[in-house]
Structure formats: structure tokens, C-alpha cells
């Protein structure tokens, strides 16, 4: 194992004699092909070359390509070169490795103009995004022609499915809903209190808090723990479907994959996320009440007196109207995403990603959409 | 062939939960031999592929590897050393779906060895033609290729860096009967040149008629019978009847024959 490879020459004439000793194995391949280019090099003017492997300790892949890589070299500079002294063990290797590599490679990626590449990037980038929409658009065909069937045939509607969703996308996400949501309350109420005490406006937190927590920060907040939460699992759990044929199993055997995957999941999700809201809603003043009582020295008699002359139904409707709409948006996107899983690992950790970013957008630019909407109805 | 043993295995025991799936289990593997290892689906082919080089723990039993006790290894690098000197063809190829052909191929040189990107990549192409593949796939991704492609190119992989041993999990596995006997042709001759001892998990007949030096048997967690087929065929054991014997056996008992 220790013995070192080397490549000695002895020259009779004009024929010159390259002598290969020790071990032409892996671990030594580096230093051998400085020996070889370098003996390549070296030797450009000899006629005849005789590469004797007699000596050879040991031999494997490695060593007999970068053999046959010499006798190639020393060929192409119009030598005669030949392989002598085989032991009957490597004589199959060498055999082996004189038809590899025969064929020339293509040279890959060529001179490219910058200024082209950047164009071609954002060319594919935008048609990406456009094509996404019409996924989108047509998932929300294919769901909506489920849905009128399913009202036509309630049979067909997988209660068992949805219970099920409904258990890991709601029922387990309100502990940490709750618990986020309170913070957020918690904080929205310090930070008003910080600053209305310079206006001696305290009182006025209370209105601010929860305006913002029911018309806005509440549905958002929870809407951005879904799409993190539910909505990745959803894209990662059809994508490795996907990527395992079972989406077209389950069509060749006469089911449609929007039905049996897609529906119950949108379904769970446009029932869990306004219960979420509501709760999430709640969990918000609630941190927020509390703040405003120990930091803020306001009794929660106060507080509820305030609430109760802030806010008038329609701000607590605003909120949970959005809800199911952002819920649909969020189960959409994350079941676009996942069908759209190719065969890779990495096609799959980028399309999740790719669903949590997206819906987190669409959902802002859906309140968006909303905050007009709602403006123009003057509620 | 000579009677040194690159894999002795002794008394090895392995098991999940209360029963044990392995079961005093003793089997050598010698240099320079292909070993066909048989038994019925769950018995623990597999499992005892697995326990070797390492994925699994064992209760208790030896493992030697070329001489030397797997538990006795002290460091991260014995172990490393001794990894290297395996490869591992997985049953359902387990290439790495984000890399080319090419890179897979190079990853396990890559990582141990510090090449030229040149000789690195006529190393990969060299072996993708050992395993009888076209230079042209070299830029592919798995999920382009057809599954006999998939279990080359992972033989390619386990071959990247000259192992001594090779353990094949059911290379045949998927393969249509053509393809299958040119995978065996396969393994055969780079086990001819490369020197190789082969370890291959199957359940087709015709490999372990055609290239399996020895074959050795697994039932109830122990091995009951290691040899040549011929002595398979000739055993009185009701499993080994059953197995080579039966329907789908009869045809190759008849090649044997003749």
C-alpha cells in the first residue's frame, strides 16, 4: 500500500521504455497524471514507446485509464506506443479501458452574450409567473366542476378525508396560533401605550388595537402561519405523490385527483381558517387587554367599555369574510405548487418554498384587493 | 478462487422489537466470488446486507471485514477507510435526484479524492461505459432515465471508486428478462476485471444460475445451506425444494442439467 508510484524511463536506441511501478490505484491518481502529462510532454519526440507494466503492484480503473490516457497522448504526437508486461489480472482492465472515452464530448456551455442571458432569465421568469396563473386559473376550474358535483351528489363528498385534514390544519394549529396571535396583541398594545403617552391618548389604544387585530393583523397573521404550516405539507405531501406515480394511480383507476386529494384539503382549510381567525382574533385582545391593564393601568372594565364603543359588527365581519377566500387562495396555490413537483428532491424543496412565498403574496395582495373593496362599501 | 474472507459474519444476531429477524446468523463471503443470497421476501436479505455495512445495529455476533471487527474500529476514519473500500448498489438505485449522471458518479470522488476536473470527468465517463451506457446520457437527471438505466448508472456510482467488495440489493429487480441477463453478463465481466467479491441480494433464478459462484440460503433467520448451485438443487431441505424446484426453479434445474 505504501509503495509510491512512479514512472521511470530508460531509453535503448531509439525505442524508449517508461517503466510503471508500485501502486496505480485512486488515492495516488492526482500525482499520476502529473506524471503522465508531464512524461507526454517529455517524450514528444520518441518513435517508439514501450509502457511496461511488469513491475506494477497494483492496478485498478484509475491507474489503467491514466496508462491508456499516456499511450493515447504519446499516439496523438505520431509515436508508436504499446503496452507490455500484463499480468493476465489487469490485462481485462486495460482491455476495458482502451474503448472508453472514444467519443469526443461536446464542448457545453459556450460563449453567451450577459446581456442576452439576464433578457433570457427574465423572459422565463415572467412566463413562469404567467403560467402559474393559468395553473391556478385551471385548478380553480377543475375544483369548482367538483364541487358542482359533489352538490349534485353529496355521496361523493370524503367526509372521513375532511375530518381528517380538518384535525391536523385546525385542531393542531391552536396552540401556536394562539399563542402567536397573543403576542402580537401583546405587542401592538405596549407599543401604542409607548407612544399615545406623549398625546396623553392612551385611551385611544384600545380603539387602534382593536380595529387593526380584527379587520386586519388577525386573519393576516393567521393566514401566514396556514400557508407555513398547512400550506407547505399540502404541496410537499402531492408533490412526493407525484414524484412516486400515485396521483396516476389513482387516475387510471377512474378517480380524479382533485376530488379525492385536492377537495377535502381546500374544504379543511376553508372551514379551519376562519375558526383560526376568530380565535387568533380573540387571543389578540385578549394579549392586548392585558398589556393595556398591567402596563398601561387600564381595568379590564375600561378596556371592554372602550371595545365595546370601538368597534360595531361589521369591523369584526370584515375580518372573518376575508377569511375563506384567503383560505382557498392559500389551498390553491399550495396544491398548484404540488403537482407541478418534478422528479427531483430539489424540484420538491423548491416548489415548497415556492408555495409558502406565493400564497403569503397572494394573500397580502387579496387584502389588498379586500381594503378597496371594503372602502368602496364604506364598511 | 482462493479461500481468504473478504466478509465473515458470525453468530450475528438482529432484530426489531421483541423478535429477532436475524438469528445466529454465520455466512463468509471469499475473495474474488460473487455470492447469491436467497431466502423468502421478509426474511432478512436485506437486513443482514444492511447490518454489514452498517445502516443497521446488531445485537450481538461479529462482522469482520477484510480481517478486521467492524465494532473494534476506534475512529470515524478506520471506519471511513474501510466504507471505501465497498460499494453499495441500492434496490431502487437511490441516485441522487438533484444531480446529473455525471455527478453522481463523481460524488463519491469528489469527496475522497482531490482530481483534476478532467480526469474526473473520464473517470465518470469511463465507468458509465463499463456499465455498457452511452456517453450521451452523462447529462441527464434520474428521473429521465429508464429503469435499467437507473440501476447502471448506480452501479456505475458503487464502481466509482474501485471497491473490493460490492453489495447488490435485487440488481435484477424490475428488469425485463433481457435486460436482466445482460445485467448479469454486466456483473460478471466487472467482476472478472475489476477483481471483485460480489454480494448480491436476488430472487431470480436465472442469476444465480448464471453468474452466482455460491449460493447461501436464508430461512427463519438463520442461513441454512451455502454452496454451489448444483448442491441447492440436489438438497433433500423442504425450502430449498420448494424454491429451486418448483414451477419457475424446474427450467433452470433443466439448464443445469444439460
Redesign the interface.
Known sequence: MSSTATLTATTEGDRLALAATGAW???R??EL?EIIDDAAQRYEAARTVDIDLAKLDRL???GA??IE?LKRALTAQGSTARIIGLSD?DR??I???R???R?A?PE?GGENNRVLVALDGIGRTMAGIGWSLVLLAHLLGALSMVVVGTLAHPSRLRLTSIVHHLERVGWRAVPIIALSTFLIGAILAQQGIFRFRAFGAEVYVIDMVSVLVLREVGVLIVCVMVAGRSGSAYTAELGSMKMREEIDALRTMGFDPVEVLVLPRIVALVIALPLLTFLGSMAALYGAGLVCWLYGGMTPDIFLERLREAIWLPTFAVGMIKAPFMALTIGLVACVEGFNV??????LGLRTTSSVVKSIFMVIVLDGLFAMFFAAIGM | MNNEAVISVRDLVVGFGATPVLDHVTLDIFRGEILGFVGSSGAGKSVLMRTIIGLLPKRAGTIEVFGTDLADLQSELERRAIERRWGVLFQQGAL???LTVRQNIQFP?RE?????PR?M???A???L??VGLD?GVR?K????LSGGMVKRVALARA?A??PEIVFLDEPTSGLDPIGAAEFDELIRTLQ????LSVFMVTHDLDSLHAVCDRIAVLVDGRVIAAGPIESMIASQHPWLNAYFRGKRGRQVEHLVHH
Open positions: 490505484t485512486a488515492e491518481a492526482a497524471e485498478d480503473t484509475f485509464w491514466l490516457r489480472t481485462g482492465l482491455e476495458e479501458v474503448l472508453v472515452n467519443t464530448l457545453t418534478e422528479g427531483s428532491a430539489a424540484s | 441522487f435526484s438533484s470522488i475522497r479524492l482531490k482530481l483534476s480526469l470527468d473520464e473517470i465517463l469511463a465507468k461505459e463499463m456517453a447529462e437527471f434520474p428521473a429521465e464502481l471508486l474501485d472478472r476485471t475489476l477483481g
